[in-house]
């Protein structure tokens, strides 16, 4: 069996020698380098799977050989090695493309994860990752294809991502596919709403505790980052973290460390960070709600996702796909003016309202096509993030929906002295349609 290829860029003896001897005990073969020159010769000479870089070189920094490495024909996963605090450049190196990078003192334990972590890396063709990835994440329109092939490129890395984006637009199944893609898919995805823990329980939550450090602690318990060791773990809706602990996981990103509740010392843990919200962190920062440098530090690579009205050339592969989902090969047709009504539907909720809409439908409608009226889709199907008077934190979008409906169908009624036919005409409604809403708003009398 072949053994694994590193390359050791670094101008220092004593540190090149470590990471020869490091890497030989780990059975894996190694060439060294000076220099940017140096390197780049090699890596034009030798087949290797790996390259470990310092930062300061005598004739340039390991940013050039990231560059490098990024146009080969075969890209191959570089890290670089930091002075200690050089985070900003350690940032840098990851959004130009590093796999990951590595802090003087150089930690060994850190090292051989790192090591392993990336020889790990998936061996399958890009073109069989982009159909794999095609059958979870569906649209054929170019910002869909732009998404996946990011996708690709993003599991070949360390890099903390963010994802943005409307709420129902698919930010958790990006993320479990991010980890699907990468080196760590054979350990835990942890996924976690930071909206849904109460803030008292919080460091208990992502750090653990020790049996008896508090009221209530009545054995040791692991924390998220512990859960997540190897793995990679996912922070959804980061923007509703309290400040201070803000602070403490600022510190557990960077240190790689975490001190359980109750623990005098600190554990080191390996896990990659994927966060999201819908909500525009940029802005938090600014308001002073959400930590400038915890932003930086998440926030190394962005991923925003669009809407499901930005690419509503999608929708008929997505409705057929939640059909048969949904129903099975006994699934209805769905009618072509169905259709155009989706299409023209802004969809406030995204891809989750459509499958909740064509759920609904499925309970509705009669014979064998599902039509317009079966859809039952909002009178208003405006942007509810475009209008000033919705608030996500006083009410639900279904809520705040279902209150433009009744005001729209009570205006219907007056006008038209509560006649119902009438009304229903009013509104482009059938009669069946309109008797559906009433009874779904608790309006029949």
């Known amino acids: 069996m072949k053994k694994p290829l590193a390359l050791i860029v670094d101008d220092e003896p004593d540190i090149r020698e470590l990471l020869e001897l490091t890497l030989n005990r780990m059975g894996i073969e190694t060439h060294s380098a000076e220099n940017v020159a140096s390197a780049n010769q090699l890596l034009q000479q030798k087949p290797f799977d790996l390259c470990l870089t310092d930062m300061k070189l005598p004739d340039g920094n390991g940013l050039e050989l990231v560059d490098y490495v990024q146009k080969m024909s075969r890209p191959i996963p570089i890290a670089v090695i930091t002075a200690y605090g050089s985070m900003d450049t350690a940032i840098q190196a990851m959004k130009k493309g ?86 760590r898919s054979d350990k835990p995805f942890i996924a976690i709403n930071c909206g849904a823990i109460p803030h008292e329980l919080m460091e208990s939550e992502f750090f653990g505790h020790k049996k008896g450090s508090f009221t209530g602690a009545v054995t040791d318990k692991k924390g998220l980052f512990q859960a997540a060791d190897g793995g990679t773990l996912f922070l959804d809706e980061v923007a509703d973290l309290p400040q201070p602990l803000q602070v403490k996981l600022l510190r557990a990103i960077q240190e790689k460390k975490v001190r359980p509740v109750g623990e005098q010392l600190e554990i080191q843990v390996d896990i990659r960070l994927l966060s999201a919200t819908h909500r525009n962190l940029a802005d938090m920062v600014k308001a002073g709600i959400f930590r400038q440098d915890l932003y930086y530090r998440i926030n190394v690579i962005d991923l925003i996702l669009p809407s499901l009205r930005e690419r509503s050339s999608d929708i008929p592969m997505l409705t057929e796909y939640i059909l048969t989902k949904l129903a099975g090969e006994n699934k209805p047709t769905i009618s072509a003016s169905a259709l155009a009504a989706l299409q023209h539907y802004r969809f406030p909720g995204n891809v989750r309202e459509l499958e909740n809409i064509l759920e609904r439908a499925l309970a509705l409608y009669e014979g064998n096509t599902i039509d317009v009226d079966d859809l039952n889709l909002p009178l208003v199907a405006g942007n509810s993030t475009d209008n000033p008077d919705y608030d996500p934190a ?52």
């Open 98 to 183: 590093a796999f990951d990078f590595v802090s003087k003192p150089i930690d060994l334990v850190g090292l051989r994860q790192l090591i392993n972590s990336a020889l790990k890396l998936a061996d399958s063709p890009d073109m069989l990752k982009e159909r794999r990835t095609r059958h979870t994440l569906l649209g054929d329109s170019s910002v869909m294809r732009d998404i996946r092939s990011r996708i690709d490129k993003l599991a070949r890395s360390q890099a903390p991502v963010y994802i943005s984006g409307e709420s129902g637009s698919g930010k958790e199944l990006v993320a479990r596919l991010i980890h699907q893609q990468s080196s």
């Open 394 to 445: 006083v009410e639900s979008l279904e809520d705040y929906l279902d209150g433009i409906e009744r005001k729209a169908i009570t205006t219907a009624l007056e006008e038209n002295k509560w006649n119902k036919t009438a009304a229903a005409k009013q509104l482009g409604l059938t009669f069946r349609s309109f008797r559906y809403r009433l009874k779904k708003l608790n309006m029949e009398e």
